[in-house]
């Protein structure tokens, strides 16, 4: 709900809550996305947990973390 998805995105086996914005670019892979959270273009994240109202900065590139 009320969330936004830029264009050039993989999103594959994601949970993504409301208010979430995505932008251009990003790739999403088996991750929980709660709300409120911000992924600038570019980021890679595999296997990830982002806590709420995190900001995501551009070009972040992780692999089985939480992000808080």
Same mark, same amino acid.
């Given at each position: $709900? !009320?969330? $936004? &998805?830029?264009? *050039? @995105? *993989? &999103?594959? !086996? /994601? %949970? &993504? %809550?409301? !208010?979430? =914005?995505?932008?251009?670019?990003? =790739?999403? +892979?088996?991750?929980?996305?709660?709300?409120?959270?911000? &992924?600038?273009?570019? /980021? !890679?994240?595999?296997? @990830? +947990?982002?806590?709420?109202?995190?900001?995501?900065?551009? $070009? =972040? *590139?992780?692999?089985?973390? =939480?992000? @808080?």
């Amino acid at each position: $709900k !009320n969330s $936004k &998805i830029g264009s *050039k @995105c *993989k &999103i594959n !086996n /994601c %949970m &993504i %809550m409301d !208010n979430v =914005t995505i932008a251009n670019g990003v =790739t999403l +892979q088996n991750s929980i996305i709660s709300d409120g959270v911000t &992924i600038e273009d570019g /980021c !890679n994240l595999n296997d @990830c +947990q982002v806590a709420p109202a995190v900001l995501v900065a551009a $070009k =972040t *590139k992780v692999n089985g973390e =939480t992000l @808080c």
